[in-house]
């Protein structure tokens, strides 16, 4: 990805999301040079980005970790029509985080997720921090094309903290 094409999305990541679930501008570019991320973008006719995917691909899953739209074109469809997308070249399971839905927005944000064919998990989950001097964070991960099962999930969470947040994964109980 061209330098310029990363600073418009590191720039609708800021926008987009609190600075406790992104990572720094220099954190973020590093990830460019891991084969299992992928950042998928999508310019206008003025080669201007207006959204983009921020993904973890591996072998049992794909992650979807940012899903961004330029703040002053949301709501025209151009997100789900990316999640779709992506969605249909996909032969795994995908996985992401979400707030769990106790306020307005992170209700929006599910049922956004939910119209998609993604299914809510019942599983307690933090997300690790992804900058020094945050705190883990209480998520919820939802799931396409199917609920996950318990052990599925387990697993699917010691594959996101052993290669996306570089942490030892949990205990049972923990």
Avoid at 1 to 13: G, P, R, T
Avoid at 85 to 97: D, F, K, N
Avoid at 114 to 124: C, T
Avoid at 156 to 169: G, Q, T
Wanted: aromatic content about 12%; proline content about 8%; some cysteine.
């Amino acid at each position: 990805m061209k330098n310029n094409l990363f600073d418009q999305a590191y720039a609708i990541m800021k926008a987009s999301f609190p600075e406790s679930e992104r990572r720094t501008y220099d954190g973020q570019k590093a990830l460019l040079s891991d084969p299992h991320y992928r950042l998928e973008a999508e310019t206008d006719s003025n080669d201007r980005l207006i959204s983009f995917i921020a993904a973890w691909e591996f072998p049992s899953l794909r992650f979807v970790e940012h899903l961004a739209v330029d703040p002053d074109i949301r709501g025209g469809g151009i997100g789900g029509k990316m999640m779709r997308a992506y969605m249909g070249e996909c032969s795994t399971p995908v996985v992401l985080e979400v707030e769990p839905p106790d306020t307005q927005i992170a209700i929006r944000r599910v049922s956004f997720y939910k119209r998609l064919g993604f299914h809510l998990n019942p599983f307690d989950y933090r997300q690790p921090p992804l900058q020094q001097g945050h705190s883990d964070l209480p998520l919820k991960l939802m799931s396409y094309p199917s609920p996950l099962k318990e052990f599925e999930f387990v697993r699917y969470r010691e594959i996101l903290y052993n290669l996306v947040y570089k942490v030892k994964p949990l205990k049972k109980g923990e």
